[in-house]
């Protein structure tokens, strides 16, 4: 089994794409190769295949890259299944995994994070879970952000150390990352992968 997630910036029109366009590049390349694992397409749109158990860790680093940048978001829909036709360019591949994603997406109107999978037990606990989650993320400001995406890219590293990656104090990172609801989303990101790792 594989996912595929697709995405799309909110209001990338509003925004210049120098700003957010390379960020977006950076992080797809920190999971995989272009076009083969991931590409962008139409300006605005995206997908990436990467493991299931590291699909959700990977939305959230996502949102975090791009919520870093004022006035744009990113749509996010998981999609878990099979890869039945394997082609050198992601976008023409094929398989559950993709109609999955893919269908999903289209249904991603009031949120913008969501899974659809073989399991619909599990799809349903999970969705309602990033529902709740969605109610901090969506109200990052561009630093939470930073303080998330610097987090999550350094799991081995203390408070400590984040605060000299980023030039702030110990007292400001703890309460940064309080604010931002790393603990529960740490929470959320553990049961996603412990979950996936049983059905999968």
Known sequence: ?????TGDIINSKKSDPKKWLQALKTILSSFGTTPLHWDIYRGD????????EQALHACILIKATIKQFDNIDVRLAIGIGDK?????????SNGT???NSGECFEQLKKTTLAI???FQPFDAAINIMLELAQLTINNWSSTSATLIKTTLENPNLNQNQIAQILNKTQGNISQGLKRAGYDEISKLLHYYTTQIQSLC
């Open 1 to 5: 089994m594989t996912s595929i997630i």
């Open 45 to 52: 749109s995206f997908q990436l295949e990467i493991k299931p």
């Open 84 to 92: 039945t036709y394997n082609s050198p360019n992601i976008t023409e």
């Open 97 to 99: 995994a993709f109609v």
């Open 116 to 118: 659809k999978s073989p």
